[in-house]
């Protein structure tokens, strides 16, 4: 069953920060996060493994509620390059099955 | 050291034709998945080859099949296409041990069936 991305669209000004939700009625053993820009092939965030709560990478890092069957992506200081769609995949087993949600369109504007 | 390659970069076939894609996954990875975005989705688990066999499969008919060779590049197979089976078609190579995890996409073939 496809995880649930939230919100759906959200623009923010530069330097603004933002949070992307995800979560998922199954129990989870990975989520992955990519961001994928208009006419491109998504592009690797991060993997959260069952076991680990939270990831950084440079001003994006993430969280992983295994209970509550959750993620969040959280962008710090936001640039205009970070603008794009932004995807959760979840995985629910050791082998790497994964399945997307629909996105969540950020735009961020000067 | 080149990431996950695919080729071609774009196609345009009939209704009714085959087509066969291909991806050369990054270097040191074992498992190739391939996936289906049609425009303003997110991706579509297809099936996942691992040691040149298919591990794992989404809900995509059998016209669609694969292959993974000894060197782990991948082929997908699409026979009698149809119009909905326009798309892009994503590449993912991976590799999984324990606590480490990597999944890297590549560039993507667009394929338009008229």
């Known amino acids: 069953q496809q995880p649930v991305q939230s919100p759906q669209a959200v623009i923010l000004r530069e330097g603004e920060d933002a949070v992307i939700n995800c979560s998922s009625s199954?129990?989870?053993?990975?989520v992955h996060w990519y961001r994928q820009k208009h006419g491109e092939a998504p592009v690797f965030l991060m993997i959260?493994?069952?076991?680990?709560e939270q990831k950084g990478h440079e001003k994006i890092s993430a969280s992983f509620n295994e209970k509550k069957q959750q993620s969040s992506l959280y962008l710090t200081a936001s640039q205009l390059s970070y603008s794009g769609t932004y995807f959760c995949?979840?995985?629910?087993?050791?082998?790497?099955?994964?399945?997307f949600g629909i996105g969540t369109k950020l735009q961020v504007i000067p | 050291d080149a990431g996950v390659t695919q080729s071609p970069t774009h196609l345009i076939k009939t209704r009714g034709q085959q087509v066969t894609l291909r991806c050369s996954p990054k270097?040191?990875?074992?498992?190739v998945s391939w996936y289906q975005q049609a425009l303003g989705q997110g991706p579509q688990f297809i099936f996942q080859?691992?040691?040149?066999?298919?591990?794992q499969r989404g809900n995509f008919p059998d016209r669609f099949s694969g292959h993974q060779f000894p060197n782990y590049s991948s082929e997908l197979n699409v026979n009698a296409l149809l119009l909905g089976d326009s798309a892009l078609y994503l590449c993912?190579?991976?590799?999984?041990?324990?606590?480490?995890?990597?999944?890297?996409f590549g560039p993507g073939t667009r394929l338009t069936v008229t």
């Open positions: 199954k129990a989870l053993y990975s």
């Open positions: 993912a190579s991976s590799f999984f041990s324990g606590e480490s995890y990597e999944q890297y």
């Open positions: 995949g979840t995985g629910s087993g050791g082998y790497q099955k994964v399945t």
């Open positions: 270097s040191g990875h074992d498992t």
């Open positions: 080859y691992y040691e040149e066999e298919e591990r």
């Open positions: 959260l493994l069952k076991g680990g």
